[in-house]
């Protein structure tokens, strides 16, 4: 006989193995059989068993139900029980609309730019790598810096079969926007590490970061508390009415990838660079990596977030909004210094100290310059303090001649 821990190790991917475990262990709090015990019952117990679950898992999406008979289904063949397959869908007849309850969003261009405007250098290279190369989050979490060719226009991603969810090893790419990205990350992530690895307390996990040489080494579980955290900065974290789930999630970046390119190149290629298994993509395994990087470059304007044109002139507008307040406050700093040059001159005599030194109106009892522009008849307060002191310094003769004259002309 085969244990639970025994069946759900028959399977390879991490992911699988989770989510067996948790459909026997639902199977289990619902009806309070264990599964193994489900092997020494006849066959009418077992379909009994089957059906109280499906009732009492009334709180459950049609898709989870699903999956959990589907799970202890494969436990029964794998110890040589096999529900006759009329009675199996006479059972399962009863779960409407298998599809996902959750009513999940789609992003667009600008949406991701909102969410990115939040990141931070390590957050901004996981999703825009996710966007961009249409892999798995999975995928992504277990590339290597070695991985990624920058030689290669496009920058290529090599995938291997024991990360791939098809377990082929498969070739996609990145655009160059997100190449520079992902660069200043790799400078950053030796220092990422060292900081990530005072809060360890495990030698182990230590080891384990610098040895494996990850892109992004960090656990799924991290990715997707980052991605929740810039999902609520930018106020995209709305939850679905049914579910409570949250619509945008970090997998939809996939669907994102797919919507964009698919007006620039076929399917089947699409289907290629992320990793969808058909009998066409399995011909497509034998084009060159300089065949699939051209096709990529034929959609990479359509995959570029912050580069695009739109944004060029979005930009050239908010230059030109800067240009035309600047010039405002320019015009009313000149006014304010053209006023105060005036009433300097209504009063010749207080004891402000005034003297008309060459180009350079100066003030020695204030910390104020006024400098006036011959060509232009422009006027400029200074107040840099620095070049004030060198001012005085360089003007100190002429100061010293003008107050003697100054007080030759009151003795007289």
């Not at 409407?96 to 949406?111: E, I, N, V, Y």
Request: proline share 2%; with cysteine.
């Amino acid at each position: 006989m085969i244990t639970e821990e025994e069946f759900i190790q028959c399977y390879v991917k991490i992911n699988t193995q989770k989510a067996y475990k948790q459909a026997l262990q639902r199977f289990k709090t619902k009806t309070n059989i264990k599964p193994s015990k489900l092997i020494q019952m006849p066959p009418e117990h077992i379909e009994i068993a089957l059906r109280q679950y499906l009732i009492k898992s009334q709180d459950k999406t049609p898709k989870t139900c699903s999956l959990t008979i589907k799970v202890i289904n494969q436990f029964l063949k794998r110890n040589g029980i096999n529900i006759d397959i009329y009675h199996l869908k006479d059972i399962t007849r009863n779960i409407k609309d298998r599809r996902p309850a959750t009513s999940f969003r789609t992003f667009t261009s600008k949406q991701l730019k909102e969410i990115l405007q939040h990141a931070n250098l390590k957050d901004k290279a996981l999703i825009m790598l996710l966007a961009t190369s249409g892999i798995r989050i999975n995928e992504a979490l277990q590339i290597k810096v070695k991985d990624i060719d920058f030689k290669f226009n496009p920058t290529l991603i090599n995938i291997k079969a024991s990360v791939t969810k098809s377990g082929y090893p498969r070739t996609t790419f990145i655009t160059s926007e997100t190449t520079e990205v992902i660069k200043q990350w790799i400078q950053f992530r030796k220092q990422y590490i060292k900081e990530a690895n005072k809060k360890n307390y495990s030698k182990k996990n230590k080891d384990n970061k610098e040895d494996k040489g990850r892109l992004f080494p960090y656990s799924y579980g991290t990715a997707i508390s980052i991605w929740l955290k810039l999902l609520k900065k930018a106020k995209f974290d709305k939850r679905d009415d049914t579910t409570n789930f949250h619509q945008y999630k970090l997998h939809g970046l996939r669907a994102y990838f797919r919507t964009q390119i698919s007006t620039e190149i076929s399917q089947d290629i699409i289907d290629t660079l992320m990793g969808h298994e058909t009998e066409l993509t399995r011909a497509y395994r034998n084009i060159t990596e300089e065949t699939l990087g051209e096709q990529y470059k034929k959609a990479e304007h359509k995959l570029t977030i912050f580069e695009s044109l739109k944004d060029f002139s979005e930009l050239q507008e908010e230059i030109e909004i800067i240009k035309k307040e600047n010039l405002e406050i320019k015009m009313k700093y000149n006014q304010l210094a053209t006023d105060l040059y005036e009433r300097i001159h209504q009063f010749p005599d207080t004891d402000m100290d005034y003297y008309e030194l060459k180009e350079i109106q100066i003030l020695p009892n204030s910390e104020l310059f006024i400098d006036i522009d011959k060509d232009t008849g422009e006027t400029y307060v200074i107040r840099d303090e620095e070049r004030i002191k060198a001012l005085k310094e360089y003007y100190k003769d002429d100061i010293k001649e003008a107050r003697k004259n100054k007080a030759k002309s009151i003795r007289m």
